[in-house]
């Protein structure tokens, strides 16, 4: 089962539906990391029947910044297939900084809430996360029992390709009838 995480602050309702893109590169230079999403929404009891849901997306861009609800950037509503599937393309987001004094930083995260169609699922709102992130719990200024950075469902490996700049990387979420559960916490 996918592990649910809070929502943070930087969720606006109102995101544009989009194919594919969520966040736009952000550097004049080429410089910022692409990276490419692709999973499936399953139900959590037997792993294998798709559930055909809304993602709501959104997440810092590669500098850390999450944007205002005017452009709405770096935030999208992706539709996925009947059996579940789901790809989208973004930056790789940035870490930011939640506390001045302490220098308490959040790891590279991107935020979803997932509806599936059929509602006696619930909307599960949680957080992804990526491996070798050196903000990862017990690091992370928001907390394990907030943003759950030190759940293994929700922390990905994400692969190089022969292009430097471009990663990918591959996560399912697992939904339970009823909801996935309160945040812990």
């Given at each position: 089962?996918?592990?649910?995480?809070?929502?943070?602050?930087?969720?606006?309702?109102?995101?544009?539906?989009?194919?594919?893109?969520?966040?736009?590169?952000?550097?004049?230079?080429?410089?910022?990391?692409?990276?490419?999403?692709?999973?499936?929404?399953?139900?959590?009891?037997?792993?294998?029947?798709?559930?055909?849901?809304?993602?709501?997306?959104?997440?810092?861009?590669?500098?850390?910044?999450?944007?205002?609800?005017?452009?709405?950037?770096?935030?999208?509503?992706?539709?996925?297939?009947?059996?579940?599937?789901?790809?989208?393309?973004?930056?790789?987001?940035?870490?930011?900084?939640?506390?001045?004094?302490?220098?308490?930083?959040?790891?590279?995260?991107?935020?979803?809430?997932?509806?599936?169609?059929?509602?006696?699922?619930?909307?599960?709102?949680?957080?992804?996360?990526?491996?070798?992130?050196?903000?990862?719990?017990?690091?992370?200024?928001?907390?394990?029992?907030?943003?759950?950075?030190?759940?293994?469902?929700?922390?990905?490996?994400?692969?190089?390709?022969?292009?430097?700049?471009?990663?990918?990387?591959?996560?399912?979420i697992y939904m339970r009838r009823g909801g996935?559960?309160?945040?812990?916490?």
């Amino acid at each position: 089962m996918t592990a649910p995480a809070t929502e943070g602050p930087y969720y606006y309702q109102g995101a544009p539906r989009v194919n594919g893109s969520v966040c736009p590169l952000t550097s004049p230079f080429g410089t910022d990391k692409i990276l490419i999403i692709r999973g499936q929404v399953l139900d959590a009891a037997d792993c294998r029947t798709p559930l055909p849901a809304r993602l709501d997306i959104w997440q810092a861009n590669a500098l850390g910044q999450y944007s205002e609800r005017p452009n709405y950037n770096c935030r999208a509503i992706v539709e996925t297939d009947d059996q579940g599937r789901f790809t989208f393309r973004t930056v790789y987001p940035g870490h930011y900084r939640m506390d001045e004094r302490t220098n308490a930083y959040r790891p590279a995260h991107i935020h979803f809430k997932a509806t599936p169609r059929n509602t006696v699922y619930g909307t599960l709102t949680t957080q992804l996360y990526f491996t070798n992130d050196p903000y990862l719990w017990p690091r992370d200024a928001c907390g394990a029992e907030e943003c759950s950075s030190n759940d293994r469902s929700l922390i990905i490996t994400t692969n190089q390709q022969r292009n430097l700049n471009t990663f990918d990387g591959q996560w399912n979420i697992y939904m339970r009838r009823g909801g996935n559960g309160p945040i812990r916490g």
